[in-house]
């Protein structure tokens, strides 16, 4: 079973900063993409923040300006980085990986979730 450890969220308030961790025990040359959605109570999941093996990143208009992504020089672990945080922020924050294992069968792996809730 492939570990996909999340952490970093919790409570914080309007204008804080919270920096999100989603570690992968996947193999890092099959590792295609790495991304963060988030899903608010209620409403469908949608993405955040993306990027990809040669570090190209993509993100929500909701968030540009204000989020990043990045992953660790070991390429296993993607954080994201929120600024300036929002009430509308507030929602389950899951990890998303997809790529291809050593023999080249495709996957897409998911986090666990991690709650972050902006609030005064």
């Known amino acids: 079973q492939v570990q996909r450890v999340e952490s970093g969220g919790g409570l914080v308030q309007p204008g804080g900063s919270l920096r999100l961790a989603c570690e992968s025990a996947?193999?890092?040359?099959?590792?295609?993409?790495m991304a963060w959605y988030r899903q608010a109570a209620g409403k469908q999941r949608d993405l955040v923040a993306e990027i990809d093996r040669t570090s190209t990143t993509n993100y929500a208009a909701s968030v540009k300006g204000r989020f990043t992504i990045s992953k660790d020089g070991l390429e296993n672990t993607v954080y994201l980085q929120m600024n300036n945080l929002k009430p509308e922020d507030t929602a389950v924050y899951y990890c998303k990986l997809e790529g291809r294992t050593p023999f080249g069968a495709p996957y897409v792996d998911w986090g666990q979730g991690t709650q972050v809730t902006v609030s005064s």
């Open positions: 996947r193999e890092v040359s099959g590792i295609l993409v």
